[in-house]
Nanobody, 124 residues
Framework: QVQLVESGGGLVQAGGSLRLSCAAS????????MGWFRQAPGKEREFVVS????????NYADSVKGRFTISRDNAKNMVYLQMNSLKPEDTAVYYC?????????????????WGQGTQVTVSS
């Protein structure tokens, strides 16, 4: 069982930055690939980025490549999402998710556990 709690969302102007954090409970955190997804009003939840259990492999959605950076600290059971050069279209609720396994996963159904989400709003 893994419980996830996101933090760090907020309101920022276009071009600004935010850093999201995801705190995970459970002693087997290092056995999980981690991902960030987002969901804007009226839209489906979409993949943002995933990171393998070791942190050695990362996969970004094209829409955030070069602007967002994911990292993880297995000793602290934490995952981070640094978001730079934010755009109004990045506005969404951002979710942290955990998928048991050693690969990278990009599908919503691949993930076993989800956080409650944190709102990110980018004003133009």
């Amino acid at each position: 069982q893994v419980q996830l709690v996101e933090s760090g969302g907020g309101l920022v102007q276009a071009g600004g930055s935010l850093r999201l954090s995801c705190a995970a409970s459970g002693r087997t955190f290092s056995r999980y690939a981690m991902g960030w997804f987002r969901q804007a009003p009226g839209k489906e939840r979409e993949f943002v980025v995933s990171i393998s259990w070791s942190g050695g492999s990362i996969n970004y959605a094209d829409s955030v490549k070069g602007r967002f950076t994911i990292s993880r600290d297995n000793a602290k059971n934490m995952v981070y999402l640094q978001m730079n050069s934010l755009k109004p279209e990045d506005t969404a609720v951002y979710y942290c998710a955990a998928a048991y396994g050693y690969r990278l996963y990009s599908g919503v159904s691949d993930y076993d556990y989800w956080g409650q989400g944190t709102q990110v709003t980018v004003s133009s």
